[in-house]
């Protein structure tokens, strides 16, 4: 009885130490099996979030400042790694937009420095090329040599200035935008009774910050615009005030009409409107004189953008323009 209890016993061990072979044997198959399973969806998943990063690296190394066109226009869900490359390419559109008015810009200006060169050479060469010159003849040659050379001066000081308004500001102190309004309209009284324009200037209080200077540039470029672009019997009114948080200037003026689509156009350097805005003008302040290059208004723009001002400009009824400057208000009053 005990000899077959004994043979029960040892055949019921062995089947459950083969039961449990088996299970170890099945379980660690399906442990290695499922661990192969999740690292090839780990990889497959990891390739395909990765995929976008990769995209955007690529492209980062292989674009340049001749293949700023190009553009990730990633696909998929709108995610975090979707909103990484729109923002990618949206940077990459401002980028190729300021490549392009660089170059534009530099190829006006080229074009605009040869102007008053070539004239300088065909002036001296015509001068030395008489048979028999004159002292009045030599002078006359000399004095158009010099003003030719006074454009030179005016275009690149006007191209200084617009390069420091769009380089911003280092520091920023509190200036008075009515006292400038005040300064400059009086500076301005007799260049505008030559052209029969009248300035009506309405100066209420408004304090900013910045750089004085540059504001000063500002108001005077406006002003100088409102004037040369004027018409006989015209006006020009000059505003200044505090609303909404702003320092607010106003110069709205008279003149021919300006097309609303062609509005923003004047503020791109080197920019003009038709035969009507390319005026000599007077012998006014140095800032006018500049604007007979197209670079007063996109000067004003500079100078807007680096204040963090805002900037509108839209054509008058009956003819002319009027400008908004919203200068941030300043904290404490100038000194």
């Given at each position: 009885?005990?000899?077959?209890?004994?043979?029960?016993?040892?055949?019921?061990?062995?089947?459950?130490?083969?039961?449990?072979?088996?299970?170890?044997?099945q379980?660690?198959?399906?442990?290695?099996?499922?661990?192969?399973?999740?690292?090839l969806?780990?990889?497959?998943?990891?390739?395909?979030v990765?995929?976008?990063?990769?995209?955007?690296?690529?492209?980062?190394?292989?674009?340049?400042?001749?293949?700023?066109?190009?553009?990730?226009?990633?696909?998929?869900?709108?995610?975090?790694?979707?909103?990484?490359?729109?923002?990618?390419?949206?940077?990459?559109?401002?980028?190729?937009?300021?490549?392009?008015?660089?170059?534009?810009?530099?190829?006006?200006?080229?074009?605009?420095l040869?102007?008053?060169?070539?004239?300088?050479?065909?002036?001296?060469q015509?001068?030395?090329?008489?048979?028999?010159?004159?002292?009045?003849?030599?002078?006359?040659?000399?004095?158009?040599?010099?003003?030719?050379?006074?454009?030179?001066?005016?275009?690149?000081?006007?191209?200084?200035?617009?390069?420091?308004?769009?380089?911003?500001?280092?520091?920023?102190?509190?200036?008075?935008?009515a006292?400038?309004?005040?300064?400059?309209?009086?500076?301005?009284?007799?260049?505008?009774?030559?052209?029969?324009?009248?300035?009506?200037?309405?100066?209420?209080?408004?304090?900013?910050?910045?750089?004085?200077?540059?504001?000063e540039?500002?108001?005077?470029?406006?002003?100088?615009?409102?004037?040369?672009?004027?018409?006989?019997?015209?006006?020009?009114?000059?505003?200044?005030?505090?609303?909404?948080?702003?320092?607010v200037?106003?110069?709205?003026?008279?003149?021919?009409?300006?097309?609303?689509?062609?509005?923003?156009?004047?503020?791109?350097?080197?920019?003009?409107?038709?035969?009507?805005?390319?005026?000599?003008?007077?012998?006014?302040?140095?800032?006018?004189?500049?604007?007979?290059?197209?670079?007063?208004?996109?000067?004003?723009?500079?100078?807007?953008?680096?204040?963090?001002?805002?900037l509108?400009?839209?054509?008058?009824?009956?003819?002319?323009?009027?400008?908004?400057?919203?200068?941030?208000?300043?904290?404490?009053?100038?000194?």
């Amino acid at each position: 009885m005990k000899a077959l209890q004994k043979d029960t016993q040892r055949t019921l061990d062995h089947q459950r130490s083969a039961m449990l072979h088996t299970l170890l044997v099945q379980s660690g198959t399906a442990l290695g099996l499922m661990a192969l399973a999740s690292v090839l969806l780990g990889w497959v998943v990891a390739g395909r979030v990765l995929r976008p990063l990769r995209t955007i690296a690529s492209t980062a190394r292989d674009i340049s400042a001749t293949s700023l066109h190009r553009r990730l226009a990633l696909a998929g869900p709108r995610d975090e790694l979707r909103e990484l490359g729109d923002t990618f390419d949206a940077l990459l559109a401002r980028l190729d937009g300021s490549f392009r008015a660089q170059r534009q810009f530099v190829a006006n200006a080229s074009h605009e420095l040869r102007t008053p060169l070539a004239r300088q050479r065909v002036l001296g060469q015509v001068a030395l090329a008489d048979p028999e010159p004159t002292f009045e003849s030599l002078r006359a040659a000399h004095e158009r040599i010099l003003a030719a050379g006074q454009q030179q001066e005016r275009l690149i000081e006007a191209l200084l200035t617009l390069a420091r308004g769009q380089a911003g500001l280092g520091e920023r102190r509190p200036f008075d935008l009515a006292g400038l309004v005040r300064d400059a309209v009086a500076a301005r009284t007799a260049v505008a009774a030559e052209q029969e324009v009248a300035l009506r200037p309405t100066a209420g209080a408004a304090v900013s910050s910045g750089h004085r200077a540059l504001a000063e540039q500002l108001v005077a470029n406006l002003l100088d615009n409102a004037i040369r672009y004027n018409v006989p019997g015209g006006q020009v009114e000059v505003s200044t005030g505090t609303h909404d948080g702003r320092a607010v200037l106003t110069v709205a003026n008279t003149g021919s009409d300006v097309p609303a689509d062609a509005v923003e156009r004047l503020f791109l350097p080197f920019q003009r409107l038709g035969t009507a805005r390319t005026g000599s003008g007077g012998n006014g302040a140095r800032s006018q004189r500049s604007q007979g290059f197209g670079l007063g208004l996109s000067i004003v723009s500079a100078i807007a953008s680096a204040h963090d001002a805002t900037l509108t400009a839209v054509p008058r009824p009956g003819g002319g323009l009027v400008v908004t400057v919203g200068f941030p208000v300043a904290a404490t009053q100038p000194r």
